[in-house]
């Protein structure tokens, strides 16, 4: 009889304790999933942060292409170091061609990061229609073949006018 | 007749009855227990799968904004880079197509009969500015050239009579008009 009484307080015990276990676990999961709520949230700024920060890698890449676009210019406008020596004798055609007489000629290199600047400067004697006509060839060449000064000069007893020259050309390593 | 005494000190126990409540009660706290235990498990679970996430893009997101900082330092570098390029270009291309024919032609233009010029130095460094000398057969032709070039911001650095010439030493300013 006594031994039934016992079975079922142990029962009615564990029923209580088992109860109250269920309900402290409920309110637990809930705060709990308050808490992970919060970590969702950072979660969601922390990738926001990321695809932010992805972006600014896709604009390294963009900055490190950049540099292309100066080598085509470069390439397409600039002239090669092989092609120097004949633009050289081509100038000295030119002078002829325009009837001009080239009484002296120099050129001094410089050596910059992507190219060669070479100053070129020469003195020619002929009639002013002549030299104007040789400026515009010079201007209208496709290479970038820049004329820094001139200097016009009348000749005092004849009507030749002299022109000192100093053009730029620049060279592709 | 017979006759039945009950001398029992306790009410009889109807055992099925007593069975059938503590086993539903056996069976309830059973449940109960096993549904508290497995959403703590779950929810346990399912936090620490969370927090090793935020973890996770933390670490990751440390990771990149370290990366980012040098990736900013050689952007820096680049841009800094590319604007002597760019210039370069620029100052290029402005060289290129400066207009000393068309500043040839204005001037031829501009100048007055009797007046010539004797020297002139264009330059693309000095800009807009060109300097000549001038000659002129008498003085008044020489101010009808100052005249002419006054509009052009004229600056007359010198003047003399040589030869019978007058001769001025000026500086204009001609806007690069192609």
């Known amino acids: 009889m006594n031994t039934n009484k016992w079975i079922v307080y142990a029962i009615c015990g564990l029923f209580v304790i088992s109860g109250f276990f269920c ?13 992970a709520k919060g970590l969702e949230d950072r979660i969601n700024t922390c990738q926001k942060e990321l695809v932010e920060l992805s972006k600014e890698e896709a604009a390294l890449s963009h900055w490190r292409d950049i540099g292309k676009y100066f080598n085509q210019f470069k390439n397409d406008y600039l002239m090669k ?10 100038l000295r055609i030119t002078f002829s061609r325009f009837g001009l007489q080239n009484k002296a000629i120099s050129h001094s290199y410089t050596d910059v990061a992507d ?4 100053r070129v400067t020469f003195s020619i004697e002929g009639i002013y229609p002549q030299i104007k006509r040789f400026i515009h060839d010079i201007l209208n060449r496709k290479e970038m073949i820049v004329i820094k000064r001139i200097k016009l000069i009348k000749d005092k007893q004849t009507t030749n006018i002299t022109g000192n020259f100093e053009l730029e050309v620049y060279l592709v390593k | 007749m017979k006759i039945r005494y009950n001398i029992a000190r306790n009410k009889k126990i109807n055992t099925l009855r007593l069975f059938l409540f503590t086993g539903t009660l056996l069976v309830i706290s059973i449940g109960s227990l096993l549904v508290g235990m497995k959403t703590l498990v779950t929810s346990a679970k399912q936090f620490r799968s969370t927090k090793n996430e935020l973890r996770i893009c933390q670490e990751e997101k440390q990771k990149k904004t370290k990366k980012n900082k040098e990736q900013k330092i050689e952007i820096e570098e680049i841009k800094r880079k590319w604007k002597s390029k760019r210039q370069f270009a620029n100052d ?7 207009p000393f024919l068309e500043k040839l032609d204005k001037l031829e233009q501009l100048l007055p009969a009797g007046v010539f010029i004797k020297d002139i130095t264009l330059s693309t460094g000095s800009g807009t500015k060109i300097q000549f000398n001038v000659a002129a057969i008498s003085s008044a032709k020489l101010l009808e050239a100052y005249r002419t070039f006054w509009k052009y911001h004229l600056v007359i650095k ?7 010439l007058y001769n001025a030493n000026m500086e204009i300013r001609l806007e690069n008009i192609k």
Not at chain 1, 81 to 90: A, H, K
């Open chain 1, 81 to 90: 170091i092989e092609d120097f020596s004949q633009f050289r004798d081509n």
């Open chain 1, 115 to 118: 190219y060669i600047k070479v």
């Open chain 2, 158 to 164: 010198n003047e003399n009579l040589r030869d019978g």
């Open chain 2, 92 to 98: 290029l291309v402005s060289n290129k197509t400066f």
């Open chain 1, 23 to 35: 309900i402290i676990s409920l309110t637990y999961t809930s705060m709990e999933s308050l808490t």
